[in-house]
């Protein structure tokens, strides 16, 4: 099994600022993928941003230029880096990993989720 821990989510003002991060562990061989994904109340989950294992980066377009999202490959862990925050981006956040595990099977994981206030 995979288990991932979320921090950082919180109240700010809009305008400000700040940072997600995911870190996955247990019995992991590979990770094929690597992502945030928000939930605002009453629509759908959407991606915000993703890395995969290829290193390309896929951004929702009302995040692009505002969001960076990083990985630590060693550590296994995922940031998102908020910026310039705006009240539409208040939602829960999760993140999201393709892992390859034991029996060469490959999987999604999500996180418990992290909620995103922005206050105008």
């Known amino acids: 099994q995979v288990q991932l821990v979320e921090s950082g989510g919180g109240l700010v003002q809009a305008g400000g600022s700040l940072r997600l991060s995911c870190a996955a562990s247990?019995?992991?061989?590979?990770?094929?993928?690597m992502g945030w994904y928000r939930q605002a109340p009453g629509k759908q989950r959407e991606l915000v941003a993703e890395?995969?294992?290829?290193?390309?980066?896929d951004y929702a377009d009302s995040v692009k230029g505002r969001f960076t999202i990083s990985r630590d490959n060693a550590k296994n862990t995922v940031s998102l880096q908020m910026n310039s925050l705006k009240p539409e981006d208040t939602a829960v956040y999760y993140c999201r990993v393709v892992a390859v595990t034991i029996g060469d099977t490959t999987n999604n994981y999500w996180g418990q989720g992290t909620q995103v206030t922005v206050s105008s």
């Open positions: 890395l995969t294992g290829g290193g390309s980066t």
């Open positions: 247990g019995i992991i061989f590979s990770i094929r993928a």
